[in-house]
């Protein structure tokens, strides 16, 4: 009954769905939580009960999640007590009480969110689920006797599993090899302290009376580029401010086509950030950036977003201890996220790569938008995983695999209100744009509230209608109009139209086509 109930959720999550995507922060469109406060929907599925008593087994089994990343938190709210088998038990390790969100960052450090907005709350969310949560970081992992130490405040605990898995993220490429850059540099890993060092540098700077300041962001990648934007909004009101991103390859998005390219190009021209391509840090002093070509920059704040790198836990700690990893310390996983080298391993997002791909397919890039899209995936593989320990069943065989998506709406938080999307090879931009990234990212922010935690009581119906409803879209707008609405910038564009018409094109690929080449005939390519 379990695994039913969540295949109900992964289903839908996969296939009913239309999935709409940002950068930096991609997640599958929860349909019936937008559409029970915009449209009228039916549900598909009749309310289905499930109690902690279905279990047919009573032999004690533990599931321990560490680390509270995207994948995890939707592991958590699909395993609550009463649905969950009764004899299972779930740990959450995490050495925060708190887990922030990616994709709302740098809204958050240009000023458009507060904090607290950022955070997913995991000590609510565990206690709502019945799920005991060890504030406290892991140091070791015994794989033969499956152990996990934990350092706490008052010590180390061992915690037992039968089935672990990591969702631990990434840290700072380059921070702790490059000289001064741990000194003088505020990281963008961890997350959680991100916004407080900036928060703490924009204090310092206005005590100082101060009015100029002479910003580097260091990485050209998507991270890097929403946090140029970031800085420039937030420090928009102080006097002389410059800020400068600084790229190692030749030109920013290569994956994007001519035309996207062209349209961020103009967006970081529009709020004066200047851009150096070619440009590989050697070392960093007090005052200033020297890099490999011999140019030296001077700077006041530097913000290091160089890209991702890999746990000593990872890399160092379950490398010695025989776990599969590749040769830059991520957990080595199938195309179910498990590991390769002992299946009651699972990982899934920045610490996670897959191996053994058939041709032609590649690891998803580090990024939390592929984390979010794994849950759903995690959740039935894990599932699958504790129940074969039961019925002494070969999981391996019927495990679920996940699919990165390559192709999805990508969206760039402009600062200022706006935002600049990439989609079917289009640029959008508008205050639209930023309307629908704020609209998405509050979406999968509320799936984990407190406030919007069911209440479910032992032996009551569980409804699934929350994850299993189906909408009374309206019907596709003409081409011609559809074309017109997704090119326009200005301010009466509706978001909610705008949504509509990509994914109908996502689901219609004539729909698409056409939509396409009446742009393209439009700006006379």
Same mark, same amino acid.
């Given at each position: 009954?379990?695994?039913?109930?969540?295949?109900?959720?992964?289903?839908?999550?996969?296939?009913?769905?239309?999935?709409?995507?940002?950068?930096?922060?991609?997640?599958?469109?929860?349909?019936?939580?937008?559409?029970?406060?915009?449209?009228?929907?039916?549900?598909?599925?009749?309310?289905?009960?499930?109690?902690?008593?279905?279990?047919?087994?009573?032999?004690?089994?533990?599931?321990?999640?560490?680390?509270?990343?995207?994948?995890?938190?939707?592991?958590?709210?699909?395993?609550?007590?009463?649905?969950?088998?009764?004899?299972?038990?779930?740990?959450?390790?995490?050495?925060?009480?708190?887990?922030?969100?990616?994709?709302?960052?740098?809204?958050?450090?240009?000023?458009?969110?507060?904090?607290?907005?950022?955070?997913?709350?995991?000590?609510?969310?565990?206690?709502?689920?019945?799920?005991?949560?060890?504030?406290?970081?892991?140091?070791?992992?015994?794989?033969?006797?499956?152990?996990?130490?934990?350092?706490?405040?008052?010590?180390?605990?061992?915690?037992?599993?039968?089935?672990?898995?990591?969702?631990?993220?990434?840290?700072?490429?380059?921070?702790?090899?490059?000289?001064?850059?741990?000194?003088?540099?505020?990281?963008?890993?961890?997350?959680?302290?991100?916004?407080?060092?900036?928060?703490?540098?924009?204090? *310092?700077?206005?005590?100082?009376?101060?009015? =100029?300041?002479?910003? @580097?962001? %260091?990485?050209?990648?998507?991270? /890097?580029? +929403? !946090?140029? *934007?970031?800085?420039?909004?937030?420090?928009? =009101?102080?006097?002389? @401010?410059? %800020?400068?991103?600084?790229?190692? /390859?030749? +030109? !920013?998005?290569?994956?994007?086509?001519?035309?996207?390219?062209?349209?961020?190009?103009?967006?970081?021209?529009?709020?004066?950030?200047?851009?150096?391509?070619?440009?590989?840090?050697?070392?960093?002093?007090?005052?200033?950036?020297?890099?490999?070509?011999?140019?030296?920059?001077?700077?006041?704040?530097?913000?290091?977003?160089?890209?991702?790198?890999?746990?000593?836990?990872?890399?160092?700690?379950?490398?010695?201890?025989?776990?599969?990893?590749?040769?830059?310390?991520?957990?080595?996983?199938?195309?179910?996220?498990?590991?390769?080298?002992?299946?009651?391993?699972?990982?899934?997002?920045?610490?996670?790569?897959?191996?053994?791909?058939?041709?032609?397919?590649?690891?998803?890039?580090?990024?939390?938008?592929?984390?979010?899209?794994?849950?759903?995936?995690?959740?039935?593989?894990?599932?699958?995983?504790?129940?074969?320990?039961?019925?002494?069943?070969?999981?391996?065989?019927?495990?679920?695999?996940?699919?990165?998506?390559?192709?999805?709406?990508?969206?760039?938080?402009?600062?200022?209100?706006?935002?600049?999307?990439?989609?079917?090879?289009?640029?959008?931009?508008?205050?639209?744009?930023?309307?629908?990234?704020?609209?998405?990212?509050?979406?999968?922010?509320?799936?984990?509230?407190?406030?919007?935690?069911?209440?479910?009581?032992?032996?009551?119906?569980?409804?699934?209608?929350?994850?299993?409803?189906?909408?009374?879209?309206?019907?596709?707008?003409?081409?011609?109009?559809?074309?017109?609405?997704?090119?326009?910038?200005?301010?009466?564009?509706?978001?909610?139209?705008?949504?509509?018409?990509?994914?109908?094109?996502?689901?219609?690929?004539?729909?698409?086509?056409?939509?396409?080449?009446?742009?393209?005939?439009?700006?006379?390519?």
């Amino acid at each position: 009954m379990v695994r039913r109930l969540l295949s109900t959720w992964i289903a839908i999550s996969l296939t009913q769905c239309n999935h709409v995507y940002c950068f930096k922060s991609i997640i599958p469109f929860n349909r019936s939580l937008h559409f029970k406060r915009c449209c009228t929907f039916t549900s598909i599925r009749k309310t289905t009960t499930m109690t902690a008593t279905s279990s047919p087994s009573t032999t004690p089994r533990r599931l321990v999640l560490v680390g509270g990343g995207h994948a995890h938190v939707q592991v958590l709210k699909s395993l609550h007590k009463f649905i969950r088998p009764s004899n299972l038990s779930v740990t959450l390790i995490d050495a925060q009480s708190d887990a922030s969100y990616s994709g709302m960052v740098p809204g958050c450090v240009s000023k458009l969110y507060t904090p607290d907005e950022t955070l997913i709350r995991l000590k609510p969310l565990t206690t709502w689920a019945g799920i005991e949560f060890v504030q406290g970081t892991v140091v070791d992992v015994n794989l033969d006797s499956k152990v996990l130490n934990v350092k706490k405040e008052g010590g180390e605990e061992e915690v037992e599993f039968d089935v672990v898995c990591f969702d631990i993220g990434s840290t700072s490429r380059g921070l702790v090899d490059t000289i001064g850059a741990l000194e003088y540099t505020i990281p963008t890993r961890p997350i959680s302290n991100l916004i407080t060092r900036i928060e703490e540098a924009e204090i *310092l700077l206005r005590q100082s009376g101060e009015k =100029d300041a002479n910003v @580097v962001v %260091v990485g050209g990648g998507a991270a /890097g580029i +929403e !946090l140029a *934007l970031a800085m420039r909004a937030r420090w928009n =009101d102080l006097g002389d @401010v410059s %800020v400068t991103l600084l790229d190692s /390859g030749t +030109e !920013l998005v290569p994956s994007e086509n001519k035309r996207c390219r062209q349209a961020l190009l103009s967006v970081l021209d529009d709020h004066d950030i200047t851009i150096q391509h070619s440009s590989m840090v050697s070392h960093i002093t007090s005052s200033h950036i020297h890099l490999q070509n011999e140019k030296v920059l001077p700077y006041t704040h530097c913000i290091w977003a160089a890209g991702a790198s890999s746990h000593d836990l990872a890399d160092v700690t379950m490398r010695k201890r025989g776990l599969a990893v590749d040769d830059r310390g991520w957990i080595a996983v199938n195309e179910s996220l498990q590991s390769i080298s002992h299946p009651f391993v699972f990982a899934a997002g920045d610490c996670a790569t897959m191996v053994g791909l058939p041709k032609g397919k590649r690891s998803p890039p580090k990024a939390g938008v592929y984390a979010v899209r794994s849950g759903p995936i995690l959740i039935e593989n894990l599932t699958k995983m504790i129940g074969s320990l039961d019925d002494n069943s070969e999981a391996n065989n019927k495990l679920t695999q996940y699919e990165p998506q390559g192709d999805f709406l990508k969206l760039i938080m402009c600062g200022d209100g706006t935002a600049l999307g990439f989609r079917f090879g289009l640029p959008l931009r508008g205050k639209w744009v930023w309307h629908l990234k704020d609209k998405i990212d509050t979406m999968f922010m509320e799936l984990f509230a407190k406030e919007n935690l069911p209440d479910i009581k032992e032996g009551e119906a569980y409804d699934t209608s929350q994850y299993d409803a189906i909408v009374n879209r309206p019907k596709p707008l003409e081409v011609e109009e559809a074309g017109r609405l997704l090119m326009r910038t200005d301010d009466e564009v509706e978001y909610e139209q705008a949504w509509n018409v990509l994914r109908d094109m996502m689901a219609d690929d004539d729909y698409q086509k056409h939509v396409l080449k009446l742009i393209e005939m439009s700006q006379g390519e």
